[in-house]
C-alpha cells in the first residue's frame, strides 16, 4: 500500500532532551515536507527537500533540523526541544514539487508534547 | 506562508444537504488543491485543479476556480455523516512553487 509512516505516533518528552520523528515513504517520491499544525494558526511548512540531500526551510524552520539520507526517508530532529514546539506534525511526500500533479500525500501524525 | 483562507471557518448542515465551501487567496497560482482532514488525522488529497481550469469534478465534488477574483469553491453534493471533518484549500505559488501553503480550514459538520 502507499503511504507515507511516521513514527511515533504520540510522543511526550522533557524540554531539551533531543528526539527525532522518523518519516518513511514508499513512493519513490522526490519531495517532501514537514508541516506543523497548531489551533487557530493551520498548518506551516517547517522543512521540504526537493530530492536527496537537498533541503531547505519553510516559514517556521527554527529549532528544528532535518536530513534527506537516502530518498525514502526525511526525519524531523528537535535538538533541543521546547514547549512551545508542541504540536501536531505531519510529513507529507509528492512526485513532484508542489504536489503540482497528484497532491500529497500525508502521513498519520505526531501529536509532541515538550514539558 | 499561509495564502488560503477558507470561509465559512465552520459549518452545520443536515445528512443530503449540500455544502459548500470558499478559498481566496492573494497571488498567481499554478494549481489548487482542496484536502479533507479527520479530526486529529493525516490530511486526505480530495481534488487538484490548475490555473487554467474553471470547474472540475470528482464523485460528489465539484471545485471551480475563479483566477480573477482569486478564489475557489468546494461543493459537496447529498452530504453525509462521514463527510464531518475539516477541508483545507492548498495553493502554491506561482513564483516559488516549493510548497502549498494551506488555509486554516473549514469544520463541516454532518448531521444524521
Known amino acids: 500500500e502507499a503511504q507515507v509512516t511516521q513514527n511515533p505516533r504520540y510522543l511526550i518528552t522533557v524540554t531539551g532532551k533531543k528526539l527525532t520523528v522518523t518519516c518513511s515513504q514508499n513512493?519513490?517520491?522526490?519531495?517532501m515536507s514537514w508541516y506543523r499544525q497548531d489551533p487557530g494558526l493551520g498548518l506551516r511548512q517547517i522543512y521540504y527537500?526537493?530530492?536527496?540531500?537537498?533541503?531547505d526551510k519553510g516559514d517556521v524552520p527554527e529549532g528544528y533540523k532535518v536530513s534527506r539520507k537516502e530518498k525514502r526517508n526525511f526525519p524531523l530532529i528537535l535538538e533541543s526541544p521546547s514547549p512551545n514546539q508542541t504540536s501536531l506534525y505531519f510529513c507529507?511526500?509528492?512526485?513532484?514539487?508542489?504536489?503540482?500533479?497528484?497532491?500529497?500525500?500525508f502521513g498519520s501524525g505526531t501529536r509532541l508534547t515538550v514539558v | 506562508s499561509q495564502q488560503g483562507e477558507e470561509d465559512p471557518q465552520a459549518l452545520s448542515i443536515q445528512e443530503g444537504e449540500n455544502a459548500t465551501m470558499n478559498c481566496s487567496y492573494k497571488t498567481s497560482i499554478n494549481n489548487l488543491q482542496w484536502y479533507r482532514q479527520n479530526s486529529g488525522r493525516g490530511l486526505v488529497h480530495l481534488i487538484l485543479i490548475r490555473s487554467n481550469e474553471r470547474e472540475k469534478h470528482s464523485g460528489r465534488l465539484r471545485v471551480t476556480l475563479d483566477t480573477s477574483k482569486k478564489s475557489s469553491s468546494l461543493l459537496i453534493t447529498a452530504s453525509r455523516a462521514a463527510d464531518t471533518a475539516s477541508y483545507f484549500c492548498a495553493t502554491d505559488d506561482v513564483y516559488s512553487g516549493y510548497a502549498l501553503n494551506f488555509g486554516k480550514g473549514t469544520s463541516l459538520l454532518v448531521t444524521p
Open positions: 513512493m519513490n517520491h522526490e519531495y
Open positions: 507529507a511526500s509528492s512526485l513532484s514539487v508542489g504536489g503540482a500533479n497528484y497532491g500529497y500525500t
Open positions: 527537500s526537493m530530492n536527496v540531500e537537498v533541503t
